[in-house]
């Protein structure tokens, strides 16, 4: 599994920016997808899951209304629509990938951890200036 991520540039506070995760070599179905960031001097964190059935979609509390986290499995393409852009968001955006096993249920902590993923993109840089 490949992922693709794009989308990051410059921004100001308040402005609105998408990113595009295209993943190669499957369809979403038994994949849960996610959005990680890096910013400068911080560890990674979560940001934004969705599995491939559209469900188990949870946010990082800071972005919670802000950003929307959706999916076209047709483009096998996970988006975050970023809206109401803050300096805090300025990161390393990550998109992140790891296989299902749709015989169990999982807990929402299951989606928020790092070491869930294990297929990871490039990186996409978000700069927000103030």
């Known amino acids: 599994v490949q992922l693709q991520a794009s989308g990051g540039g410059l921004a100001q506070a308040g402005d609105s920016l998408r990113l595009s995760c295209t993943a190669s070599?499957?369809?979403?179905?038994?994949?849960?997808m996610a959005w990680f960031r890096q910013g400068p001097g911080k560890e990674r964190e979560f940001v934004a899951s969705?599995?491939?059935?559209?469900?188990?979609?949870y946010y990082l509390d800071a972005v919670k209304g802000r950003f929307t986290i959706s999916m076209d499995d047709a483009k096998s393409t996970v988006y975050l629509r970023m809206n109401s852009l803050k300096p805090e968001d300025t990161a390393v955006y990550y998109c992140?990938?790891?296989?299902?096993?749709?015989?169990?249920?999982?807990?929402?902590?299951?989606?928020?951890?790092?070491?869930?993923?294990?297929?990871w993109g490039q990186g996409t840089q978000v700069t927000v200036s103030s």
């Open positions: 992140t990938a790891s296989v299902l096993d749709l015989s169990k249920r999982y807990h929402s902590s299951w989606y928020t951890r790092t070491s869930t993923y294990v297929y």
């Open positions: 969705i599995s491939g059935t559209g469900g188990n979609i």
């Open positions: 070599g499957h369809t979403f179905n038994n994949y849960a």
